[in-house]
């Protein structure tokens, strides 16, 4: 069983740029979660789909949006880049969501510059 | 507000010993925890997760404890080994959102 598939795994954006991020997940798993990892945040919740829905936005502005597709795959974008969104871009899949374990891939390395 | 997290930043653990990591989490309205291992450059790996009508539950050399009273979550490694060396996060699942704490380095010493 293929695992959570994030793409690309590196990416180099300069500031004012916008950029898109793809994460497909495990077959079955209907729930897609958004994280950004910095070291000094830590995990930081961006926002969950499920079939299609968003269930639940973090605390990040406006410029950072996701949507889920009809497959369950999930693209997150920002948008006027700014130096400080440089972090590893985690996703995570489930199959229900709130309450079921969820597996992560390995993420998205996003520097701006 | 909801916060996670970690009583120590950093252990280090003699290889064979066991390891306890210890979180504390304030939102008493969570009612799913989880626990995750982080390797270098890869993402999160599930270790072990618990409800919230439970206080213990036991995997492959972990265990996890959930005091509600206190609201306290541990996770304890028997025999720890030099793969169990990785960055470890404790979560909090409520309303669609998992929340986590800021981690604990493990480093196992041979």
């Known amino acids: 069983k293929a695992g959570v598939t994030q793409t690309p795994r590196y990416l180099i954006k300069t500031r004012g740029q916008q950029v898109t991020l793809s994460c497909s997940p495990i077959?079955?798993?209907?729930?897609v979660s958004w994280y950004q990892q910095t070291p000094g945040q830590g995990l930081q919740f961006l926002f969950e789909y499920f079939s299609e829905t968003q269930r639940n936005k973090g605390n990040f502005p406006g410029r950072f949006s996701g949507r889920q597709f009809s497959n369950s795959r999930s693209e997150m974008n920002v948008s006027t880049l700014e130096l400080g969104d440089s972090a590893l871009y985690l996703c995570?899949?489930?199959?229900?969501?709130?309450?079921?374990?969820?597996?992560f891939g390995q993420g998205t390395r996003l520097t701006v510059v | 507000g909801e916060s996670v997290g970690l009583h120590l930043p950093t252990l280090s653990v003699q290889e064979g010993d066991n390891s306890i990591i210890n979180c504390a989490y304030s939102n008493s309205a969570s009612d799913y925890f989880i626990w995750y291992k982080q390797e270098s450059g890869k993402g999160p790996q599930f270790i072990i997760d618990?409800?919230?009508?439970?206080d213990k539950r036991q995997g492959q050399r972990v265990t996890v404890l959930l005091n509600k009273t206190v609201k306290h979550l541990s996770l304890q490694i028997a025999a720890t080994q030099p793969g169990d060396s990785a960055v470890y996060f404790c979560g909090e699942s409520n309303d669609y959102k998992l929340s986590f704490g800021a981690g604990t380095t493990v480093t196992v010493r041979a």
């Open positions: 077959s079955g798993h209907r729930s």
């Open positions: 995570a899949s489930s199959m229900q969501g709130e309450g079921t374990e969820a597996f």
């Open positions: 618990i409800r919230s009508n439970m």
